[in-house]
């Protein structure tokens, strides 16, 4: 006796009959792979009993017939229709494509852990579809179709394209679309309008995530979410497409990024934080707007201070496509941003106090140490206001000889004396030298000993005075002299004027071997 378990007897057409007039139709043209035009071949506008295919009699036909009712195999292609009941393929092997464009269907079709080749929704209006883990040769398209409920294709496999062109899923505050894990060659969202939630999270796209044109409305949540997703070509936002609510993209990883101005989400819905990507096209490439879209990016509003890595990542975008201007500049903001980051940790108001004053003279002295070239500049003003005082002071002849020899010679002392009058010195009686109205200093260099002391030269200075490691000499020679009218003002910058050399000369070092900047 054999005793191997009785095959399954498979349905046949008697099961389903009395067939409808739009079932006897399909059934006619069975081998000729093309569509079934139900009516007008529109899309009914209500449940129209003449265009009715039972869902349990199209699952039968999808599914292989029988011995004399075979699909053709294009696959079963129907256009027209009102599909009544619900289509349940969950976990079928279906080698041949389901097409159901312009139809009616009453109910969410279920195509979980199904094996397809393609399936065609086109312009369908239908409630919903339940296609978790469905494997696809081919392609999931629903180019204009109407759902009004959620499209969930969580861990799906598709060799093609995801495809909602000018499609219309409604599921307002809450989920409309949703696929996470989905790996797929390319998502295409061109001008749909979806209310609810599209996500697509740790998803893996070969091509293009394409949303040009797009309305993505979730304005209590997220909007269109793309966290740690890898997008192996561009991602497209684009072409007056509006996302109302959160659009992320953490961790997200995408190859090239189309965007425009007229496209980003409103301040604080987008979400860059660990977002890499290796080109910018087609839109802004200059710091000033690049910098107001990383600050639509609220990091308070998920109970973080500052997200550095989104402003790292974009210097290095601007910097790889020459930009280098444009890089540093986002990088001095990024310091700026991340410094008064730090500065809001601190508990202490003192402590707060000194660093908002180091940070403010890194700031405008090296950028933070990101301009390190800026510390020349100042140099350069400080320099030339140097030599603006000294040069001052030489015309007020608030200056005097730098030498101790030289204000003890008889030269430079009976100067100070008028002619006429007498002094005595170490060596003697001496007679002034001054004539009416003239100043000691005035006096010395009219001396035939003084041609060999060095001339006062205000430029240079300005300039042994700011570098502390340059030997011009003018230092040696020459100083302020605070016994005469504005000989104290010219020697207390003097003393200033050191510093600023000092601090900005380390500063410069330390601007240029990166030890100011953050980590």
């Known amino acids: 006796m054999d005793s191997r378990p009785a095959e399954p007897v498979r349905p046949t057409i008697e099961a389903f009959r009395p067939l409808t007039p739009s079932e006897e139709r399909i059934v006619a043209d069975l081998a000729v792979g093309e569509f079934d035009r139900l009516g007008d071949g529109m899309r009914p506008d209500t449940d129209d009993p003449s265009r009715e295919v039972r869902a349990a009699f199209l699952r039968f036909l999808i599914l292989g017939g029988d011995d004399h009712h075979r699909p053709h195999e294009k696959g079963i292609r129907v256009s027209g229709g009102w599909i009544s009941g619900v289509l349940d393929l969950e976990g079928a092997r279906i080698p041949r494509d389901i097409g159901l464009t312009?139809?009616?269907?009453?109910?969410?079709?279920?195509?979980?852990?199904?094996?397809?080749?393609?399936?065609?929704?086109?312009?369908?209006?239908?409630?919903?579809?339940?296609?978790?883990?469905?494997?696809?040769?081919?392609?999931?398209?629903?180019?204009?179709?109407?759902?009004?409920?959620?499209?969930?294709?969580?861990?799906?496999?598709?060799?093609?394209?995801?495809?909602?062109?000018?499609?219309?899923?409604?599921?307002?505050?809450?989920?409309?679309?949703?696929?996470?894990?989905?790996q797929v060659r390319a998502v295409e969202l061109r001008?749909?309008?979806?209310?609810?939630?599209?996500?697509?999270?740790?998803?893996?796209?070969?091509?293009?995530?394409?949303?040009?044109?797009?309305?993505?409305?979730n304005s209590k949540g997220g909007a269109l979410l793309l966290n740690r997703t890898e997008i192996r070509g561009g991602f497209f936002l684009r072409g007056n497409a509006k996302v109302d609510g959160t659009l992320d993209l953490t961790g997200a990883s995408i190859d090239a990024l189309h965007d425009d101005e007229e496209s980003w989400p409103a301040p604080g819905n987008l979400l860059l934080n660990r977002c890499l990507y290796n080109a910018l096209i087609g839109g802004p490439v200059d710091a000033e707007r690049r910098l107001a879209w990383l600050a639509l990016q609220s990091p308070r509003r998920w109970s973080e201070d500052f997200w550095p890595q989104p402003y790292e990542r974009l210097a290095s975008v601007l910097g790889e496509m020459g930009h280098d201007e444009d890089a540093r500049a986002v990088l001095v903001e990024k310091e700026r941003l991340q410094r008064a980051a730090r500065r809001g940790r601190a508990a202490n108001p003192l402590w707060r106090f000194m660093l908002r004053l180091v940070d403010g003279l890194l700031g405008v002295t090296v950028g933070y140490g990101r301009q390190p070239l800026l510390a020349f500049a100042w140099l350069f003003f400080f320099w030339v206001l140097g030599a603006g005082v000294f040069g001052f002071g030489q015309l007020h002849e608030a200056l005097k000889p730098n030498s101790p020899v030289v204000l003890r010679s008889p030269e430079w002392t009976m100067c100070g004396v008028p002619q006429g009058e007498d002094r005595m010195l170490i060596a003697g009686p001496a007679i002034g030298r001054a004539a009416p109205g003239q100043s000691q200093l005035a006096c010395f260099l009219a001396q035939p000993e003084a041609s060999s002391y060095p001339a006062f030269n205000a430029s240079m200075y300005s300039l042994d005075t700011l570098f502390p490691v340059l030997e011009i000499g003018q230092k040696s020679y020459w100083r302020p002299d605070p016994d005469k009218p504005w000989g104290s003002a010219v020697m207390a910058y003097y003393y200033f004027q050191a510093l600023v050399g000092w601090a900005l000369s380390l500063l410069a070092i330390a601007g240029f071997s990166g030890l100011v900047r953050t980590q």
């Open 102 to 182: 312009d139809c009616r269907l009453a109910a969410v079709p279920v195509l979980r852990y199904a094996v397809i080749d393609n399936l065609f929704l086109d312009g369908s209006l239908l409630p919903g579809l339940e296609a978790e883990r469905l494997e696809a040769r081919g392609g999931v398209s629903l180019k204009g179709a109407e759902v009004t409920g959620e499209i969930r294709l969580t861990g799906s496999r598709l060799d093609g394209n995801l495809s909602l062109d000018g499609a219309t899923v409604t599921c307002a505050e809450a989920t409309a679309i949703s696929a996470d894990g989905i």
């Open 191 to 217: 001008g749909a309008a979806i209310t609810g939630e599209t996500r697509i999270t740790a998803a893996q796209v070969d091509g293009d995530f394409d949303v040009t044109g797009s309305q993505l409305s």
